[in-house]
């Protein structure tokens, strides 16, 4: 079991960044920790991973250039960061815990955070 609390969401004005914080409650069982993103009326939507052991990240292709994702071994937290946000960004961001492999599908996941809000205003 795997705990997951994600931090750092807010209101913003468009053009605006924010970093999102994922903490995990420990280390094993973690293979890849990955972020999504559900904006009201839509489906959840894969925005980045990264591998835990290599730090190797894994991107949406329309993630545009705009996030970066990373991880802190010893804090045993990822980093999603994110730039230039566009009023389209506006959605429950998501952490994940993937504890053999991990990629863009939710199904991959085993553990989930509780979301944190992003709102992007024009």
């Known amino acids: 079991q795997v705990q997951l609390v994600e931090s750092g969401g807010g209101l913003v004005q468009a053009g605006g960044s924010l970093r999102l914080s994922c903490a995990a409650s420990r280390r094993a069982g973690i293979y890849s920790i990955g972020w999504f993103r559900q904006a009201p009326g839509k489906e959840r939507e894969f925005v980045a991973a990264i591998n835990w052991g290599s730090g190797r990240p894994m991107y949406a292709a329309t993630s545009e250039g705009r996030f970066t994702i990373s991880r802190d071994k010893v804090k045993i937290t990822s980093n999603l960061q994110v730039n230039t946000l566009k009023p389209e960004d506006s959605a429950i961001f998501y952490c994940?815990?993937?504890?053999?492999?991990?990629?863009?599908?939710?199904?991959?996941?085993?553990?989930w955070g509780q979301g944190t809000q992003v709102t992007v205003s024009s």
């Open positions: 994940a815990v993937a504890t053999h492999g991990g990629s863009y599908f939710q199904s991959d996941y085993d553990y």
